[in-house]
């Protein structure tokens, strides 16, 4: 009895583990945005979360902004229609791409199959992986060129090609850096969605 | 005879290009023999002799007979003797060339021919997206996120450029001219202490208001042009590039601003609100705060239709310095009432508030000479007048005055160098000299004389190599003061070439 009603309570479902990549998503590109220096630090504060402290904008636009992508695209992922998610940083005054990251959606094998999988896969464990991404995240200020001039971000999103487009949005081009050198960070999956981290920066040399 | 006969032999043996003749067959040779039969005794000897070395050449077949056959070859033999002969030789007569060539043209053809042009962007997209994109669709939400402020600087800049910023330089015997670089003629500059006459603009062209014209020197090819006159007795008071671009600020005597746009010598729109001259100028992104005889500062906004955002009331007597800091944080007024005035910026705008930060009244003269730290953006540096001589730095956050030095001489204009950690100033009676200062120490690192009347303004070019400096003598002087050593430069490449330790390990 009681080990049925564990394995109830450490289920997620298809949607669950949409939350769980949004709320990843969430934290990762708030503290690329602070980490990176987009915005100004005082528009930051500190939030503890997977067990360590990560910044998150205070900017009610940007807030906005991220709300209603992620809101989204969870909706997406849902439906498996996701690729894979990209944050595009590019220069304001030359609309020069610098630095993109790319979040690769997977697919967990029998995920596409069935619609009504589970996963037990512990959410502890989850969570413990995603914090080792952010810390890579955080940690990735030392290696990356710094990004001396006003820049803003855009957050893109790959989808099947029929999809429905919602009429906020719209379509674009990929962005492309050149002479581009990307490192991959970890991945995590919740069993269902798989998501791997790789940033790719412009080699100024 | 005999002998080159056999030498020719063991050369055709050897040499693998030619066409495989090995020792001629039997029939051949009978034939041979039979035809040269009148030859001597020892040519049929030497042919037994020639018979024994190749049969010895050829050890491991297993009959003499055979190993006198045109097929069998002794190549592989010979081969493993030969220097280098581990090599791969193709054998030429096993591929057939021409059959080859035919493939490959054909292949070329037909290709182009068959693939049609969709085809070929697919294999394109495959290969450089790792998907094919025509079954995708890349989407984003309409309304973008706001950009930071502008004048934000990337706070990371202290953690990356460390070594960029200019570190005090270890040899103090850098060569610095004595003598001008250049010397350009400004008839008929105002000689007046409280106007701002010139200005370099970061598209390295110079404005300078002579009397009622406004001439624009291009440093890069020399051009100069006249690009406004003023009518009646009116003459020029201040002028002020934006930070980047080609619009021009001018403020007037009749208490105008002027905007114009040097690309197309066209004049923008006049700004109205102050009763008397405008002294002073300073841009912050949109916004033109201009400071005026009547002692109030206004802030345009050069967009709207109506411009007059906010008015500051800090001053009693005409405001002759004004600069914004870098960063955009802080606008610096100084006023002939002795006055220093800090305002802080509007936290998300870029006018000021209208209540000043700081007050300072160290100075005991007017203070027309600013500037702003390039990389401490909450240092400024202040010179006062006559009365009072000083060079004082404050520290903008904590509202200090960090140093303050005697300059024994009147302070009319300040700049900093963003090639090394120096300050130069110039000044006014006795020397009319400029000096260059090191900081923080303040000590002085060389003294430029020339001018024969009071240095009036100084301005740098946008490398920060040249300064240029107008005199009350009506000439322009171009002092190449601070220039980009090599070894310089190349330190910066190397930063910027070598790849962190961190970048290999961290995967």
């Known amino acids: 009895m009681t080990s049925a009603a564990q394995d109830i309570q450490s289920a997620i479902t298809v949607k669950g583990s949409a939350d769980i990549v949004c709320d990843y998503l969430n934290y990762g590109i708030n503290s690329i945005l602070f980490q990176r220096g987009l915005y100004p630090p005082e528009n930051f504060k500190p939030d503890e979360n997977y067990g360590v402290t990560l910044w998150m904008t205070t900017d009610n636009k940007i807030k906005e902004f991220l709300l209603k992508t992620l809101d989204q695209l969870r909706n997406w992922l849902v439906d498996k229609a996701v690729k894979k998610v990209v944050l595009v940083i590019a220069n304001v005054a030359t609309l020069e791409v610098l630095e993109r990251w790319d979040f690769n959606v997977e697919y967990e094998e029998d995920t596409l199959t069935n619609p009504d999988k589970v996963s037990s896969k512990p959410i502890k464990q989850i969570r413990n992986e995603i914090r080792e991404i952010l810390k890579q995240i955080s940690a990735s200020v030392s290696y990356l060129p710094l990004l001396d001039c006003l820049c803003s971000f855009d957050v893109q999103i790959y989808t099947k090609g029929d999809i429905d487009m919602p009429s906020e949005w719209n379509e674009t081009a990929p962005a492309v850096i050149q002479n581009a050198q990307s490192v991959k960070m970890r991945s995590f999956s919740t069993n269902i969605h798989k998501m791997e981290t790789i940033v790719t920066y412009k080699n100024d040399i | ?507």
Request: one cysteine or more.
């Open chain 2, 1 to 507: 005879m005999a002998q080159f006969k056999f030498w020719d032999d063991i050369n055709s043996l050897l040499n693998m290009d030619g066409p495989v003749n090995g020792p001629a067959p039997r029939w051949l040779k009978k034939k041979e023999g039979a035809s040269n039969s009148n030859t001597s005794s020892s040519n049929s000897s030497y042919n037994s002799s020639k018979l024994k070395s190749s049969s010895l050449n050829s050890t491991k077949t297993p009959s003499k007979g055979k190993s006198k056959t045109p097929s069998k070859t002794p190549t592989p033999n010979k081969a493993c003797r030969t220097p280098g002969g581990d090599r791969f030789i193709p054998s030429r007569s096993a591929s057939n060339l021409d059959l080859a060539y035919l493939k490959l043209m054909q292949d070329s053809t037909t290709k182009s021919e068959s693939n049609s042009n969709k085809d070929v962007q697919k294999a394109i997209a495959e290969n450089v997206f790792g998907t094919d994109i025509t079954n995708q669709k890349i989407l984003t939400y309409k309304n973008k996120a706001p950009t930071a402020p502008q004048g934000f600087q990337n706070p990371m800049k202290v953690l990356y450029t460390q070594v960029k910023t200019p570190a005090s330089v270890k040899v103090n015997s850098r060569y610095i001219p004595q003598a001008p670089d250049r010397i350009l003629d400004a008839p008929d500059i105002v000689d007046d202490f409280y106007l701002n006459l010139i200005d370099w603009g970061s598209h390295n062209i110079l404005a300078a208001a002579l009397g009622s014209h406004v001439y624009l020197w291009n440093a890069d090819t020399g051009n100069i042009e006249q690009l406004m006159e003023l009518e009646g007795n009116d003459y020029i008071c201040s002028l002020s590039w934006i930070q980047d671009g080609f619009c021009l600020a001018v403020g007037t005597t009749n208490g105008t601003v002027e905007l114009w746009d040097c690309s197309r010598s066209k004049k923008l729109r006049i700004m109205e609100g102050h009763s008397a001259r405008v002294g002073s100028l300073a841009w912050n992104s949109y916004i033109l705060s201009s400071g005026c005889r009547s002692g109030q500062i206004i802030h345009h906004d050069v967009r709207s239709r109506e411009h007059v955002i906010s008015t500051l009331s800090g001053h009693t007597q005409e405001v002759c310095g004004l600069k914004w800091s870098p960063d955009g944080k802080y606008l610096a007024s100084g006023g002939n009432d002795n006055v220093l005035n800090i305002w802080q910026s509007v936290a998300g705008s870029y006018h000021s508030q209208t209540s000043p930060l700081h007050v300072f009244t160290a100075h005991q003269a007017a203070v027309k000479a600013l500037a702003w730290c390039p990389w401490q953006p909450y240092i400024l540096a202040s010179g006062g007048g006559t009365a009072d001589r000083h060079i004082r730095l404050w520290n903008c956050n904590t509202g200090s005055c960090v140093n303050s030095i005697d300059t024994k001489s009147q302070v009319s204009s300040l700049l900093w160098s963003t090639n090394y950690k120096e300050l130069i100033s110039g000044h006014g009676f006795v020397h009319n000299e400029i000096v260059i200062w090191k900081y923080p120490g303040m000590t002085r690192v060389a003294e430029l004389m020339g001018h024969t009347s009071r240095v009036l303004h100084l301005a740098m070019s946008a490398d920060g190599s040249t300064v240029l400096s107008a005199g009350a003598d009506e000439t322009l002087r171009l002092w190449k003061c601070f220039p980009k050593t090599k070894d310089k430069v190349k330190d910066v490449e190397k930063i910027k070439v070598k790849p962190s330790v961190l970048k290999q390990s961290i995967r």
